[in-house]
């Protein structure tokens, strides 16, 4: 049998984490996070497929390129969460468990942001655990699909 791969898609902006808003987002840089998801995927024999973008048109092609790819799909799609149909239309593409995350508490903050396109279409939603809310969802993913 081939290796599970987990896809992780980062939005709009988080290109630059670490440097933006620390007080909401942290200190830890996309890469540092990226790096430790490649470690916990690595220690369950797993593949990992990291992308970031900054434009709403490339992450739905990730999304497509994703489906009938990738074993699972972990997703923070930053302020398009808030805004894209598309994004929540590719998304129904897929049929691996999918898990929404949030570096801060979406719930907790402006009221515009409260609302999610895609929470009804994921498995799950991971939100205000800071950045540490990837690394959960990757060891969730990797129990839910046998890794
Ligand atoms: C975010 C929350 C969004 O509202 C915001 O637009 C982001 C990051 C988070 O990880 O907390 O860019 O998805």
Known sequence: MGKKQVTVIHGPNLNMLGKRE???????SLSEINDALRKKAREKNAEVDIFQSNHEGEIVEAIQGA???CNALIINAAAYTHTSI????ALLLLDVPVIEIHISNIFKREPFRHKSMISDVVT???SGLGARGYLLAMDAVLEMIGA
């Open 124 to 126: 799950g939603q991971i």
């Open 67 to 69: 489906s009938g790819v």
């Open 86 to 89: 598309a994004l929540r239309d």
């Open 22 to 28: 620390p007080g909401t987002y942290g200190s830890e």
